[in-house]
């Protein structure tokens, strides 16, 4: 499996860690995620929740309102609840 843009491949031998990591930045904020092969069921299905969070976070982001350039506070809770939620 290829790395996508915001989704990055991680699969190392040596390390305890296999799985896809998640990085968005908006506005000066930047929100990142780990989705582990091991918790998610394998690589594919770790993928695709990371793709669905993604694009439930884009969404978001895209229809945001911005107070001096940086993204509400609002906002940003929302985001990390949809992370937390994935």
């Known amino acids: 499996m290829k ?5 990055t491949r991680f699969t190392y031998e040596t390390a305890a860690f296999e ?7 908006r506005a000066g904020t930047t929100f990142t995620k ?3 092969d091991k918790k998610y069921g394998g690589g594919k299905k770790s993928l695709s929740a ?8 884009r969404d978001l982001l895209d229809s945001a309102r911005r107070i001096n350039g940086k ?3 609002t906002t940003v809770k929302k985001v ?5 939620s994935a």
Request: proline share 3%.
């Open 3 to 7: 790395s996508k843009r915001n989704l």
């Open 19 to 25: 799985g896809w990591r998640l990085s968005l930045s």
């Open 34 to 36: 780990y989705f582990p």
């Open 50 to 57: 990371a793709e669905s969070a993604l694009t439930e976070i």
């Open 71 to 73: 993204l509400s506070a």
């Open 80 to 84: 990390e609840k949809i992370l937390e």
